[in-house]
């Protein structure tokens, strides 16, 4: 025995055999705590990575509110959404536009052109708002619309940073085809299963390819649903009140 445990082929078998037993741990925990653990673990190594871009960001933000007093409170802005178990989430983002929609000079362009709205939402994962991957979030606006028992269940897992449709969506994704994803992914989850969107999402980022795959969904739910005339103007109106209101 100790012969085997001093040859290479000994050490080999028994780390291969650590390897499998880790990997079939962390594949039967997954859904109830090595996600989220995974989700603290890189979101931390993310923002390390990452902190000299917010600082670059406070520094050019600062800069810009001097020299344009008046024009922006604050360099985040909020956006409301709908969570787990159907709470409300704030998540946040760098604010590149002003309150008409208007770029914030070279600042608010340098923001967009280089894709660091969205660099906030790192510290959203870290607080468990958001996981790396997971269905759309919500406007308030939408999910007011998701009657269905089967269909809520979408609201049982985090919302994502990188949707599960990047493997089977197209420019053709319809919301119908969304909340069905959205229940399998809600039912089914599992460590592999994330790899597989990941390194799909990885690699159509590596092609240059856009968020074509997220069809029809890129729009609003709710405007789907007046356009199609499944809810009135009226309704329409009443939810999307909700999306701009902060309890």
């Given amino acids: 025995m100790e012969e085997f445990l001093n040859s290479w082929y000994g050490v080999a078998i028994i780390l291969t055999f650590d390897f499998v037993a880790l990997l079939a741990v962390v594949c039967l925990t997954y859904r109830w705590f090595f996600k989220r653990v995974f989700d603290v673990v890189v979101s931390s190594v993310c923002l390390l990575f990452t902190s000299p871009l917010f600082l670059t960001v406070f520094i050019r933000a600062n800069k810009f509110k001097k020299e344009n007093d008046g024009v922006i409170e604050s360099i985040y802005e909020k956006e409301i959404r709908v969570g787990k178990k159907e709470k409300v989430v704030l998540l946040n983002k760098f604010k590149s536009r002003d309150n008409d929609g208007e770029l914030l000079g070279r600042y608010g362009r340098w923001l967009e052109t280089y894709k660091l709205c969205n660099l906030p939402k790192l ?39 990188i949707n599960p449709l990047v493997c089977v969506g197209d420019e053709t994704t319809s919301f119908e085809e969304m909340l069905l994803q959205d229940r399998k992914y809600a039912w089914r989850f599992s460590f592999f299963g994330d790899c597989k969107i990941f390194f799909a999402w990885l690699l159509n980022k590596i092609r240059g390819n856009s968020n074509a795959y997220l069809g029809e969904t890129l729009g609003s739910y709710a405007k789907y649903l007046l356009d199609n005339e499944q809810i009135t103007q009226d309704d329409y109106t009443v939810a999307c009140e909700l999306d701009n209101a902060i309890e």
């Fill in 123 to 161: 510290v959203d994962v870290f607080l468990g708002k958001l996981s790396f991957i997971g269905v759309k979030p919500m406007l308030r606006s939408e999910a007011e619309f998701v009657e269905d028992e089967v269909e809520k269940d979408r609201f049982t897992v985090r919302p994502g940073l």
